[in-house]
Each structure stands twice: as C-alpha cells, then as structure tokens.
C-alpha cells in the first residue's frame, strides 16, 4: 500500500490555475505535518509549502508566496496545493510528504508543466 498519492498535475498555460491532491492511507494522517516539494528538471528537490497538523499553521517558500496556498482535510486524509498564476519556472514534479518526528513518507510525485 502506497501511503502517499498525489493527482492532479497536468499541463497549462503561464497565469492559470491547478489543483493538486495528495491522499495518504496506512497511517494516522491527523498526526503528520504534511509538506510540498518539487523538483525541476536538473535541479535539486526543494521546499515549496508546509501545514501543521490541525492546519492551524502555514510556511511557504517565497517563490510561491502569494500564489499558492496549502490546505488539509483531515476527515479525507488529504492535503490540498491551490496553484494559481503559474509560471513557466513552476513546472517541476510535485511531491508531498508526511512528517512526524523521525517518521516520514514520500508520494510518488505529479508532474505540473507550464507552458504556452
């Protein structure tokens, strides 16, 4: 069982909107810190959002500052990245992950492309 599935990625256009989903299942999800990266090509993976575990509580790196936001159903076991006014430097493969302590899971990653 895969503990992290993100969705939604997918191509469009600089100035749009996308919505990515990460659903986590095999672990109390309630319990996670949960946090987005992503990972351009030739380049290094790197941070791009943060919520605590009640939501209460958001960082964002300050590339995406204004133009993403992080959110969490914990009934669903899902964390939300709201993208909006793409650019083409955006475009990279999403991960999320779970953290709690010295525990952590990784998805597998969705693939975002913005280009005209």
């Known amino acids: 069982q895969v503990p992290l599935v993100e969705s939604g990625g997918g191509l469009v256009q600089p100035g749009g909107s996308l919505r990515l989903s990460c659903l986590a299942s095999?672990?109390?999800?309630?319990?996670?810190?949960m946090m987005w990266y992503r990972q351009a090509p030739r380049k290094e993976r790197e941070f791009v959002a943060q919520?605590?575990?009640?939501?209460?509580?958001?960082i964002y790196a300050n590339s995406v500052k204004g133009r993403f936001t992080i959110s969490r159903d914990n009934a669903k076991n899902t964390v939300y990245l709201q993208m909006n006014s793409l650019k083409p430097e955006d475009t990279a493969v999403y991960y999320c992950?779970?953290?709690?302590?010295?525990?952590?899971?990784w998805g597998q990653g969705t693939q975002v492309i913005v280009s005209s």
């Open positions: 992950k779970a953290v709690r302590g010295f525990s952590d899971f």
């Open positions: 095999g672990f109390t999800f309630n319990n996670y810190v």
């Open positions: 919520i605590t575990t009640v939501g209460g509580s958001t």
